[in-house]
C-alpha cells in the first residue's frame, strides 16, 4: 500500500508563512496527480492546489498569488509554500495523491492524516 506523511503545519500571525510537505510511501509503481485540500470547522473539504505529473498547476481562486504547489518526483514528495496567510486559511490541511500501487492495474486517490494550519495573532 502507500503512505503519505505531511509536515510543516502550525501556528502562524496573518501576513506570514509555511510550507507543508507531504512524503508519499511504499509499494508506488508511478504517481499521477498531487494535490492539497483543506477543510475548516464547520464547513467542507475544499481543493487548495493541485499539480499534475508534468508540472501543471492550479489554485483556488483564494489562494492564488499567495501558495505555490511544487513537487519533487524523486522524492515522492509535494510542497505548499503558503504566503500572506489570512486567518480564513485556517484549517486542516490534507495531501492527496493519486497513484498506482505495484501489482494494481488501476490508480487509487490516497489521502494523508491532515496537519493543522492556524492563522492568528
Known amino acids: 500500500q502507500v503512505q503519505l506523511v505531511e509536515s510543516g503545519g502550525g501556528l502562524v500571525q496573518p501576513g506570514g508563512s509555511l510550507r507543508l510537505s507531504c512524503a508519499a510511501s511504499?509499494?508506488?509503481?508511478?504517481?499521477?496527480?498531487m494535490g492539497w485540500y483543506r477543510q475548516a470547522p464547520g464547513k467542507e473539504r475544499e481543493l487548495v492546489a493541485t499539480?499534475?505529473?508534468?508540472?501543471?498547476?492550479n489554485y483556488a481562486d483564494s489562494v492564488k498569488g499567495r501558495f505555490t504547489i511544487s513537487r519533487d518526483n524523486a522524492k515522492n514528495t509535494v510542497y505548499l509554500q503558503m504566503n500572506s496567510l489570512k486567518p480564513e486559511d485556517t484549517a486542516v490541511y490534507y495531501c492527496?495523491?493519486?497513484?498506482?500501487?505495484?501489482?494494481?492495474?488501476?490508480?487509487?486517490?490516497?489521502w494523508g492524516q491532515g496537519t493543522q494550519v492556524t492563522v492568528s495573532s
Open positions: 492527496n495523491v493519486d497513484v498506482r500501487i505495484r501489482g494494481a492495474m488501476a490508480p487509487i486517490s490516497a
Open positions: 511504499g509499494s508506488i509503481f508511478s504517481i499521477y496527480a
Open positions: 499539480i499534475s505529473s508534468g508540472g501543471s498547476t
